[in-house]
């Protein structure tokens, strides 16, 4: 148990806040160690929910037993005048053009944005000092202070903070700089934002659609969008041509001109994906990850560092990570799990006690103090045995130390189970805490998964959780991948070639066995790689571990515990409604096991799909 203030002891209580754009989320650090953060989303059930995350500061301030009058310091992760200054900037700059889109974001601004101090008094009923770092500050700090390395290259890329958009800086010790940035509108996050737009998948949630569906299409665009849309420097600096995009001062990412170079208007939402989105998909897709091989040379080449850290939204593209890696440009890699704008409460909280106040920092050069990123909330099993019980449902309790066991039987016969255990993961990913996971080696498991359990577009691949003393065994990789964020080709000779593969395009790809771990490989080979030791995840690794002795596999699939449109489950009650409202087989909740056939029907509306919009 943590304390503030006490007698005995001095604890320093940081609370770390990011907000109002989306994924908001808390973080708290005790004396420089990662107690506890969570987004937002989880509590309230709205995905990526931008509002302040009230839920989510509670939560972190009960994980350690503090109350607000016992936080030391709030850190914010952005700094709201400078970007309301560039969005006023803007705005002027396009004058009289926009004019819908700026009454449309000024009451926001200025009933909430503006008053961040006002807002964090109010809701957290905290009076002390607030401290704020810029939005580039924030993800630089996520990305290095959690890391492994005693000093790193740095490079952050997404949307836009305040001006910034990407940068370059390096860390040593318990500093940070930032050594060169590119500013807005210029943005390798807004280009991807835009493909997102333009072939009818909702931005800030649908981005990692496109790089899913890219290995669908061939790169017929990629010159046209070289020539027209991005003058990419081989320092790895871009300017866009802005001629073709209208997210400066409109409603929309794209306008008529970019339509027009692409081929038409923007695909309709749920209408269906064509050959061409596919290869819009690929191409943009192939410009992204050109981009972010050049500015990593360009991080080594400025810093002289063999050590990488990445965070912003574009590190969550873990296929242009992976090419990161392939290069070989540096020796070690380390990317923040949380690198979208919900890692930003974490970044400005360990911004405040290693640079602002010039705490100590210790790194290994091997663990990162992440805490394989189960930061969020834990239920016991008096809790869990409790709703259950209310609830009416039949379990059984299978005991702590059997769990594991059963449920890789259950595995190995092709069975989906539900996995709840222990703390809630930080961060876009499932890695085993929360987690829907099946037979790798299943030829239909995938198709299972996508229509019965996920209710999502069947082209949306899976990804593997793979022991880590195994993974070079199955994978053309060998080093850990503990966040889900690299992409890997699967080993070479475990792929099955067909020559009928030539002949087909799009979705029929599909249709091809591809290695003899199918319902984890992509249509091009790859997949995007999980590792997990015993140190990070302990209950995971032994059931992985089980299901490898009763099959001789270390690999099975792992995607996150939620239905389309839905946030990552967060409570017991979360994980059993998601369970009976899809055909998974098995639900593991702590110690107990549920079969979905001796379960009553849950009480509810039978229209329960309203509930959750598409992403």
């Known amino acids: 148990m943590f304390g503030g203030k006490t007698d005995e002891a001095f604890f320093v209580n940081i609370l770390g806040i990011s907000a109002y754009y989306h994924d908001s989320a808390a973080a708290l650090i005790v004396d420089g160690e990662i107690i506890a953060a969570a987004q937002e989303e989880r509590f309230t059930r709205k995905k990526h929910d931008f509002n302040f995350p009230i839920n989510a500061a509670r939560y972190c301030l009960e994980e350690a037993g503090l109350t607000s009058e016992q936080l030391d310091y709030v850190g914010f992760y952005d700094k709201p005048f400078l970007k309301f200054e560039r969005i006023l900037e803007t705005y002027l700059a396009y004058a009289p053009c926009g004019i819908r889109s700026f009454l449309k974001a000024m009451p926001l601004w200025i009933s909430q944005k503006l008053w961040i101090r006002d807002t964090i008094g109010k809701e957290l009923d905290y009076k002390g000092e607030l401290i704020f770092t810029e939005h580039h500050e924030s993800h630089a700090a996520s990305a290095f202070f959690p890391s492994p390395f005693e000093e790193a290259a740095i490079v952050t890329m997404d949307g836009v903070g ?78 866009m041509n802005m001629a073709y995009f209208n997210y400066c001062a409109g409603l929309t990412m794209t306008n008529e001109r970019f339509h027009k170079l692409f081929g038409g208007a923007p695909r309709k939402p749920e209408s269906p994906v064509e050959q061409r989105h596919m290869d819009l998909a690929r191409s943009v897709q192939v410009v992204t990850e050109e981009a972010m091989i050049k500015l990593a040379r360009y991080a080594r080449k400025e810093t002289g560092s063999s050590n990488l850290c990445l965070a912003g939204g574009v590190a969550l593209n873990c296929v242009g990570n992976g090419k990161i890696l392939e290069e070989n440009i540096f020796d070690n890699i380390w990317i923040q799990p949380a690198a979208g704008d919900a890692g930003g409460a974490l970044g400005v909280a360990l911004f405040i006690w290693h640079q602002y106040f010039d705490n100590a920092r210790q790194a290994d050069g091997v663990h990162d103090v992440q805490k394989a990123s189960l930061l969020g909330p834990e239920f016991s099993e008096e809790q869990i045995e409790g709703f259950l019980r209310k609830q009416g449902a039949n379990y059984q309790n299978v005991g702590q130390d059997k769990i594991a066991a059963r449920v890789a039987e259950l595995l190995a016969n092709e069975k989906v189970v539900g996995w709840f255990q222990g703390r809630m993961e930080f961060g876009p990913r499932a890695l085993g805490s929360r987690s829907i996971i099946g037979d790798a080696r299943s030829i239909d498991m995938q198709t299972i998964m996508n ?85 990070g995840n302990p209950s995971y690794y032994e059931m992985i571990s089980e299901f490898k002795k009763l099959t001789g596999c270390p690999v099975i699939i792992n995607t996150s515990f939620n239905v389309r449109g839905e946030p990552i489950v967060c409570t017991p009650e979360d994980a059993y409604r998601c369970f009976m409202r899809t055909r998974m087989d098995y639900l593991a909740v702590g110690p107990f096991l549920l079969d979905k056939n001796d379960q009553p029907d849950l ?10 919009p598409p992403d």
Request: proline share 5%; hydrophobic share 35%.
């Open 451 to 535: 229509k019965k359990i996920k209710f999502r577009e069947s082209f949306r691949p899976f990804a593997p959780t793979v022991l880590r003393e195994d993974v070079s065994d199955y994978f053309e990789m060998n080093v850990e991948s503990p966040y889900m964020l690299l992409v890997a080709p699967v080993k070479r000779e475990r792929c099955i070639k067909s020559d009928e593969a030539n002949s087909l395009f799009g979705i029929d790809k599909l249709k091809l066995r591809r290695s003899d771990i199918p319902a984890i490989t992509h249509v091009d080979y790859s997949a995007r790689v999980q590792t997990v030791d015993e140190k």
């Open 162 to 239: 305040e001006w910034g958009t990407t940068s370059v800086g390096f860390g040593k010790g318990n500093r940070i700089k930032l050594i060169s940035e590119i500013r807005f509108p210029h943005s390798l996050g807004l280009l991807y934002s835009a493909f997102t737009y333009y072939t009818g998948f909702r931005v800030n949630s649908g981005e990692y659609k496109i790089m899913g569906l890219a290995p669908y299409g061939e790169p017929k665009y990629v010159d046209l969008i070289r020539e027209h849309l991005i003058d990419l420097k081989d320092d790895g600096s871009f300017k």
């Open 603 to 612: 009480k509810e509306s039978d229209d329960w799909r309203k509930e959750f």
